[in-house]
């Protein structure tokens, strides 16, 4: 049988709430990286053609990277906010 699991509202609160704006930062360096090769695409940069698809590329690494990290973080603060099952008992007392 599976036990559910019991967090601490406030700790689950902030984590989602940091896990919200990491994916946040994540998709907007993604949304950068596509904008600076559509502009080459379109030709309304004086950027050359490599150095935007370099940049891009770099913008999208780091996008995956932060990405990366924020899932790590938010498993990490997911689990500082488990309660455990003493703490449960007493909260019932």
């Known amino acids: 049988m599976k036990t559910m699991n019991h967090y601490d509202t406030e700790k689950k609160n902030r984590a989602n709430l940091h896990a919200t704006l990491r994916g946040v930062v994540a998709l907007y360096l993604i949304y950068i990286a596509q904008k600076l090769v559509r502009n080459v695409s ?10 935007a698809w370099l940049i891009g590329a770099a913008f999208a690494a780091a996008a ?9 973080a938010y498993r990490k603060d997911l689990v500082a906010a488990k309660m455990s099952d003493e703490s449960e008992s007493e909260e019932d007392v």
Do not use: I, K, L
């Open 42 to 51: 379109t030709g309304t940069t004086t950027m050359p053609a490599w150095a």
């Open 64 to 72: 995956v990277g932060f990405g990366v990290y924020a899932w790590r």
